[in-house]
């Protein structure tokens, strides 16, 4: 028994074959598969272009985190980090390690 489904399918079929006549069909299949061959390699660009976004903000998160951490650190260590580049702060708390550990080794 054919299914409503498989009717359809069938009837599209022929009013393809009328309309288009047969030797126009494989023209017309390669268009389509050509359709759907670009079709999925812009999607899939899209999606590899979100994802490279997702990393990169996920990567300046950790930065800002890890920038937090300096400015903690340095006030920890008693430095003034007002208007200072997060340079000369780190450069500062180098300065203040090497300091301390020349202290304590003595």
Do not use: C, H, N
Request: proline letters at 4%; aromatic letters at 4%.
């Amino acid at each position: 028994m054919i299914t409503p489904t498989e009717l359809v399918l069938i009837v599209i079929a022929i009013a393809i074959l009328l309309i288009w006549g047969p030797s126009k069909i494989p023209g017309l299949a390669r268009a389509i598969g050509q359709a759907i061959y670009e079709f999925r390699r812009s999607t899939k660009g899209l999606v590899e272009e979100e994802e490279e976004t997702k990393k990169t903000e996920k990567k300046q998160e950790l930065d800002s985190k890890e920038v937090e951490k300096v400015y903690e650190l340095a006030k920890r260590l008693g430095i003034d980090t007002e208007g200072k580049p997060l340079s000369k702060i780190v450069e500062e708390i180098e300065k203040k390690l090497q300091e301390k550990a020349k202290t304590e080794a003595y």
